[in-house]
């Protein structure tokens, strides 16, 4: 087989093509997809958001059908999005998830997963365990997003954090946060996706609370949501800024100088640890699958994510 | 006397007043005025950048006439702008500079500077050194803002720093960080500006330079300036937010986000450090004095201020 199906945006549109099978570049394994989720980031590349054209989609796993290494064929693997050149000042300062010539797949400048194939740096892959379903395992992505808060913000020095919008990756970054220890609130419009495994402890609001938090991460992506985090974080504390946004956010800086407010932005993370969570049943994101779709269906499966209130929504490549 | 003259803002304008002399209480000492500067939140307030009413002015120094210890009076002070409570919850943690009862001098719930008199917490008193005339001790409180900075930002993590804005305070910004040792670029408008002494080592440059910083400081409080320095500042890079602005930013998070950014607000800082500085010639300021008026000519002060370009503009009340 030389060609295959792919999910493509253009610029303007959005289809399943046929289009050439990718060939793996030196340092690059072939990986023959089986699973792949759909994050808001595909839905604002196809609003218009990056200037991204290709395959989209950059949750996935699959199973390595050429690799330069032979003992890596057969093997489930997921894989980090960025990859990096080894040479910049970034990549030098040892940070290879800000190479300033690096492709992320799906969203710049390399082919991404809603496909039957796509090729990544050997170096990115993470082998998953065999006890680990492809259901959950496709969630190593955003997880591993989920988890970079903790690379960033220490903890130890706070006691409580609130996470606003219960969407997928604001429910990802709950669990993440509760899973370490930590006292979550978190503000949203769903209670009742409380009742996910791993949430029996968390503090839920549909409104804002009258209380300051130390640590606030705000996952909506929308402007009042980014108003209300800004309201909520305490003098000296810190607000992650983990959403994409579309366009432009107007705010009102003199909260941020007058109360010393750190905004943090945040983006790829570990997959290894995000792997190793999933493998272990410490984080459980099963329940935020909302429905899967076959690669046929992919352009129903992108106008169902794009529903309000959406959770995770799959694409199946094989079966 | 029991009255006094005092520059006053009522919301809609602003007048050289006969007010009341006002009366110490209990924790507080009377400062009779001697220098104050007029400062860009001076000049925000009017331009009803915030709800405050009653004597402007935070940037003094003066001689303490009444005071609880007697070893105070007639000793040349400055003083922090912040009354705080130390019972609430920011107090009892270590912050009394974000008391969520405090008052700020001339900026929230108490008189200013631009007065004859005013009172303040003998707690929030420095003595000035007898070496320290009162045209540099009266840059003491912006000169601390400046150092706030250091406060927040490890710098032994970072080589270079971009300060963005010639003005007064990114003037004295520059001062403070190369004072400190760092290697500073400053973007501005005002290359003569660099001839003030302690910038002889700094480099700039009249448009933004094809370069990202580790640390980037706006000091402009414009917008322009604001989505230059998220131009400027490198992936995972703190940019900091020192001035304040009239009315809202509109900005696109994006680079935020996806260059993991830590934006930093940052307002008052450590005065003692600031006197220090300023006593030991470490930092002298002298230069950015534009002109003094007396306070019978206030009014014609803030509109000389107000003029574009225009540096530190004081006021004396003596003589």
Redesign the interface.
Known sequence: MKTMKALQWDGASLALKTVAKPEAKAGEVLVRLTKAGICNTDLEIIRG?YPFTGTLGHEFVGIVEQAPRRSLIGKRVVSDINSSCHQCA?CLAG?PH?CIKRSALGIHGKDGAFAEYLTTPEENLVIVPDSLDDNLAVYAEPLAAALEIQE?VDFSRHEGVLVIGDGKLGLLITLSLAQAGLEVTLLGHHPERLELPGLDNISFCTSPPDLKFPVVVEATGNPSG?ATAVQLT???GTLV?????K?????????????????????CGPMDKAVALLACGAINPAGLTQDIFPLADATRAIARANKKGALKVLLEMTG
Request: hydrophobic share 40%; net charge positive; aromatic share 12%.
């Open positions: 958001y970034m940070n800000h960033q980014f305490a003098p000296r800024l983990k959403s994409t946004y366009g432009n956010l107007a705010f009102n800086p003199a909260p941020l100088v007058v109360n010393e407010i750190t905004l943090l932005g945040s983006r």
